[in-house]
């Protein structure tokens, strides 16, 4: 059973940085691209960032330069290091699978003075 678990959210002020974690269970972890989204309330879900099996790695332009996608093959765990935060990066994030329908739970992400 695939399971992917998120952590590290939590209430930071503008400027500040969180890291984000998603532990990954069920699957051939190395094989998969994988993915960080986020919804902010009353809004779509977006994707934030990716990296590939190959970790290549891709961003929304609202984020780059500040968000790092990285992943741990090893620990079968993928992270988004995010800087700079602004008021407007207030969201649920979620872990995906590329091109699976397998999310996490969430992790809120609030960035208040």
């Known amino acids: 059973q695939v399971q992917l678990v998120e952590s590290g959210g939590g209430l930071v002020q503008p400027g500040g940085s969180l890291r984000l974690s998603c532990a990954a269970s069920?699957?051939?972890?190395?094989?998969?691209?994988m993915g960080w989204y986020r919804q902010a309330p009353g809004k779509q879900r977006d994707v934030v960032a990716s990296i590939r099996s190959d970790s290549s790695t891709n961003y929304a332009d609202s984020v780059k330069g500040r968000f790092t996608i990285s992943r741990d093959n090893a620990k079968k765990a993928v992270y988004l290091q995010m800087n700079s935060l602004k008021p407007e990066d207030t969201a649920v994030y979620y872990c995906?699978?590329?091109?699976?329908?397998?999310w996490g739970q969430g992790t809120q992400v609030t960035v208040s003075p």
């Open positions: 995906t699978i590329l091109g699976s329908n397998n």
């Open positions: 069920g699957i051939i972890f190395p094989l998969y691209g």
